[in-house]
Each structure stands twice: as C-alpha cells, then as structure tokens.
C-alpha cells in the first residue's frame, strides 16, 4: 500500500525559513496536500499541489515536488512562532478523498 | 456558516464496551469521511460516507461501523473496544466525493479505552 514518510521534528529560530520533507511510495495522487495541526484543533489545510506541477506558491508558503524522486517539500518563508505546530503532508492515491497521512513533523519555533 | 462539529469532546471507556462519536457536517457537505489519530500518528482513514451511503473503507476491522442521515451528518460505532482503540477520532466533511474537494476537519473526540 502506499507509505508515506515525514522527519519527525525541526527547529528554527523565528524569522528563517523552514523546509519540511516528506517522501511517498505511490504515484498515482491527482493531488498531495499539506495539512496544519495545532494543539486542541483538526486539521486544517494549508495548500495543495497538483501532481502535474513542480512548484507552487501561496504567500509565505511554497511546495516543491519532485515526481521522480517521489519527494514532496513544505517551505514556510519568514517563520513565526505561530506557526508552531505539527505538519503532514498527504495523498490521495486512489484519488476519491480517501488521504493517507505521514507521521507528521512536528515545527518547533524559537523567538 | 457553521464548521465541522463533533461530539462528545473527550469520552473514557472500558474494554470491550460500545461506543458512538457524532459528526455534524458542514453545511452544503454530502459527503463525510473519519479518520482514527493515535497519538504521535498520522490521521488513519477509517471510512467514508457519501450521501448516506459508505463509499470506500481503510483497514479496520467490522467493528468499527458507521452511518450517515439525510441531514447528511454521521455517526461512527465501534463495537468490543479494544485498548488500542484509544485515540483521536476525527471527521471530515466536504462538497462531494473525490480528492478535488477540500475536506474539512472538526475538533475531533479523543476516546480512552481502559
């Protein structure tokens, strides 16, 4: 089945840029998301990507994906202490809502 | 317009008791997903419902059921409860079936199975 793999934690300081990574095994997602979790609270989607791009960009955010190497990343430009939370990036690999989750990297922002 | 809504917030159960959690979905949604978070885990698909019919389940055993009413808002059972059952259990609403449509979370209910 498809497997779907995020480091588990990073640190920065406030104001750099933060980079989070994450790594599939099936191809087949029309689109790949990343989704926001923050103590108490759901999920909250911060942005997607289709799978037809190499990069997308929202404000602070850009995703770059990388179909041949099956690798997906989240850049979070001028990161705030805010933005601490946990971050998963998912597929939808049978493309009918049904997402698979990473594990989830948890962004821990220093002031 | 209201958001996603669950209840109860927070439930504690025994083993191999029965449990319901409850979604309220947002309006104008037809379609309701739940997923199973244990904790230090990513969100596990457990199954979805479209206009009260399920459409597509994950890997999880028959006890785990569910329904969707006309209102479009759902209910999930888990029968025999099993400690490993112990997690957040989120629900999902969206527009209409298919990876095109946003799908928005509610709060969650985190069950505790002693």
């Known amino acids: 089945g498809e497997d779907v793999e995020q480091s588990l934690f990073l640190s920065v300081r406030e104001g750099d840029s933060s980079v989070i990574n994450c790594t599939y095994t099936d191809s087949s997602s029309t689109y790949l998301y990343w989704y926001k979790q923050e103590p108490g609270a759901g999920l909250q989607l911060l942005t997607y990507i289709f799978s037809n791009m190499d990069m997308k960009q929202d404000q602070r955010l850009t995703v770059l994906l990388n179909k041949k190497d099956k690798h997906l990343s989240l850049r979070i430009a001028d990161t705030q202490t805010g933005d601490s939370a946990i971050y998963f990036c998912?597929?939808?690999?049978?493309?009918?809502?049904?997402?698979?989750f990473g594990q989830g990297t948890t962004l821990q922002v220093k002031p | 317009e209201t958001g996603v809504t669950q209840s109860p917030t927070h439930l504690i159960k025994t083993r191999g008791q029965q449990v319901t959690l409850r979604c309220s979905s947002q309006?104008?949604?037809?379609?309701v997903s739940w997923y199973q978070q244990a904790l230090g885990q990513g969100p596990q698909f457990i199954f979805q419902?479209?206009?009260?019919?399920?459409?597509g389940r994950g890997n999880f055993p028959p006890r785990f059921s569910g329904l969707q009413f006309p209102n479009y808002s759902s209910e999930l059972n888990v029968n025999a409860l099993e400690l490993d059952d112990s997690a957040l259990y989120l629900c999902a609403s969206s527009t209409d079936s298919g990876s095109r449509y946003e799908q928005f979370f509610g709060p969650g209910t985190r069950l505790t199975v002693l």
């Open positions: 309006s104008g949604h037809n379609t």
């Open positions: 419902y479209y206009r009260e019919e399920e459409n």
């Open positions: 998912a597929l939808d690999s049978s493309n009918t809502g049904k997402l698979i």
